[in-house]
């Protein structure tokens, strides 16, 4: 089994839809954070949190927000689409223990279309 | 300019050949550098980390210039299975805060 999963994996939705990506790990990490990912721009920071009290935003982190509801999941919420939110978002864990490394473990993605 | 600058390619090799890819950095305080790989439409996946003294794994060597603020990867023997984009990974803040600047990748096409 998959050590962090997306749901969902594909998602089309339209303009002013309210859209929650769900993000699972079962690598027993603090440190979770939300990516997109667009072409010719690399990944970028959306946000992020070290426990489940933490949150913090990102780069990019207008037009969304997060819920830390366990140590274990971190979801993604856009609250009302727009159609520049089309991206391949990546969830991702981190260790922050005493032999962190900073190695972060991605999501297998959601694509997301908003029309 | 941006953070963390990589040519997009694509890079077309043949099998066999020896292929390089390098990275710059604006940031002089950047602590950390990785090289991550990512297949199509798949997740990023660490392939090495960079350090200062530079560090090899099988077919793959990485170095790191601070005075000229750039990473690279060599890849030698070229195989098919190392079809796929490289993205270089910077911290430029100490690694408690866990943040990441993400280059935007380098494409890689062996062919045979």
């Known amino acids: 089994d998959a050590d962090v999963t997306q749901t969902p994996r594909n998602r089309i939705t339209k303009t002013g839809k309210r859209i929650m990506l769900e993000c699972s790990q079962t690598?027993?990490?603090?440190?979770m954070y939300w990516y997109r990912q667009d072409p010719g721009l690399g990944l970028r920071l959306i946000y992020y949190?070290?426990?489940?009290?933490?949150?913090n935003k990102g780069e990019i982190s207008d037009g969304y927000s997060v819920s830390r509801q366990a140590q274990a999941k971190f979801s993604l919420s856009l609250e009302s689409a727009i159609p520049n939110q089309t991206a391949l978002y990546f969830c991702?864990?981190?260790?922050?223990?005493?032999?962190?490394?900073?190695?972060?473990?991605f999501g297998p993605g959601t694509r997301l279309t908003v029309l | 300019r941006k953070e963390v600058e990589q040519d997009p390619g694509p890079f077309n090799v043949p099998e066999g050949a020896t292929v390089a890819f390098n990275c710059t950095y604006s940031?002089?305080?950047?602590?950390?550098f990785f090289w991550y790989r990512q297949d199509c439409r798949k997740e990023p996946k660490l392939l090495m980390s960079?350090?200062?003294s530079g560090n090899e794994d099988g077919r793959f060597t990485a170095q790191l210039n601070r005075a000229s603020q750039y990473i690279s990867l060599l890849i030698r023997d070229s195989k098919l299975s190392d079809s796929a984009t490289y993205l270089c990974?910077?911290?430029?803040?100490?690694?408690?805060?866990?943040?990441?600047?993400f280059g935007q990748g380098t494409t890689l096409q062996v062919k045979p």
């Open positions: 991702a864990t981190s260790d922050a223990g005493p032999t962190n490394t900073d190695t972060q473990y």
């Open positions: 690598k027993g990490h603090d440190r």
């Open positions: 949190s070290f426990d489940v009290k933490d949150i």
């Open positions: 940031n002089s305080a950047s602590q950390s």
């Open positions: 960079v350090y200062s």
């Open positions: 990974v910077v911290i430029q803040i100490p690694s408690n805060t866990g943040k990441l600047i």
